[in-house]
């Protein structure tokens, strides 16, 4: 074998479905289905891609509180009433 051998994967159809298919039962993440079939899960995310299944793409949901919300606001200005002072500050040192 020679240094720039490298085992090229071609996976089939059918089987590409069937991950996807796994996937969408629930069972087992990317992770643990690449890790039981031997396949990256960025492979995983390309065939996702490839066959259009967005459903199965991790999304980011950020759940907040109305408190929260209010103390962002609160914070927010807070924030502008310190860099108004501050340019305030300056333009009084000069």
Do not use: C, H
Not at 12 to 39: C, D, M, R, V, W
């Amino acid at each position: 074998m020679y240094k720039n051998d490298k085992v090229i994967r071609r996976y089939s159809e059918p089987f590409k479905l069937k991950i996807l298919e796994e996937l969408t039962t629930g069972k087992l993440n990317k992770y643990q289905l690449g890790k039981a079939y031997g396949i990256n899960p960025t492979t995983i995310n390309e065939w996702i891609k490839k066959y259009n299944r967005k459903d199965l793409m991790n999304t980011r949901i950020t759940v907040k509180t109305k408190d929260e919300i209010t103390r962002i606001k609160e914070l927010q200005k807070e924030i502008e009433q310190l860099k108004k002072l501050l340019l305030k500050k300056d333009m009084d040192a000069m």
